[in-house]
């Protein structure tokens, strides 16, 4: 099942913010969102999809980072299957409830920007990838030693990777990927169309996001249409999909044909 939530589209993009998640958020939606997977537990769903799809990849008492963890609920169930958990995130909203929730999880107000580490130079970990220049910003939160590595998996449920602030993408990656412990798990799900997404469109495709991650030495290891584990199609990953740029991230992001499907999980391996 893929989890799905509302969220109120702005009139127009702040350009003071960081993050897509900022811009339709403000920071101020923690409450919220928790209330809105505890009414879905309520009703009876299994809301701890992501947490098994990661468990069921990673021996027991692995290091797992959470990153964009929100309120904690995949970081919280994963701590409470046994793993060594860290969660990340820059809404301290969000971060409020997962503290208040649970103190088995390390919590870390972070920006996933900041912990790519980008005052080194990424040019390197881009080279042959036409990739957005990386993002920088003018002043660099101290970030805690909890988040660094290694990880045997590092997950990005949520849409984490959609919401990231525009050009910031391929450093991220490159960041977590650099967290991985040799062999590790970078397991990311996000939507590909409107329909899955709090946001008018797609920002970048399966294509865009395979190469930042091919950048950063990742390998693509498995890939689902759901944290259930139901296979992708052979027409998700086709090259003539219209959501799938040319790597750059500025890619022709329309409709999506209707046989194909809106979400991908996807399990990206380091080198051993």
């Known amino acids: 099942m893929r989890y799905s939530w509302d969220v109120d ?65 995949v970081a919280i169930r994963l701590a409470e299957l046994g793993h060594r958990c860290v969660g990340v995130d820059a809404d301290p909203s969000m971060l409020e409830v997962a503290r208040d929730r649970s103190a088995a999880v390390s919590w870390v107000l972070a920006d996933l920007a900041d912990l790519a580490d980008l005052d080194n130079s990424v040019g390197a970990n881009l080279a042959g990838l036409d990739a957005p220049s990386p993002f920088s910003r003018p002043e660099r939160a101290a970030i805690s030693p909890a988040t660094d590595g290694p990880f045997d998996l590092i997950v990005a449920a ?8 525009p050009g910031t993408e391929a450093a991220v990656l490159c960041g977590l990927a650099r967290r991985l412990a040799p062999d590790g798990l970078l397991v990311a799900g996000f939507g590909l169309d409107a329909a899955h997404l709090p946001l008018p469109a797609a920002p970048f495709g399966l294509m865009d996001y395979d190469g930042w991650c091919t950048a950063a030495g990742l390998t693509l290891d498995q890939r689902f249409a759901t944290w259930q584990g139901i296979p992708v199609g052979p027409d998700e990953t086709d090259d003539d999909h219209p959501d799938h740029g040319d790597g750059d991230g500025d890619g022709d992001h329309g409709e999506r044909p209707a046989d194909a499907p809106g979400y991908a999980v996807s399990v990206h391996r380091a080198s051993a």
């Open 9 to 73: 589209a702005p009139d127009q993009t702040n350009p003071s913010v960081t993050t897509r998640w900022e811009s339709l958020t403000a920071g101020r939606s923690g409450r919220r969102y928790a209330d809105r997977f505890a009414q879905l537990a309520a009703a009876g769903v299994d809301v701890h999809g992501e947490a098994a799809f990661c468990h069921g990849l990673v021996p027991a008492e692995s290091r797992i980072l959470d990153a964009g963890c929100g309120t904690g609920r």
């Open 158 to 165: 949520g849409n984490v990777i959609a919401l990231l602030a």
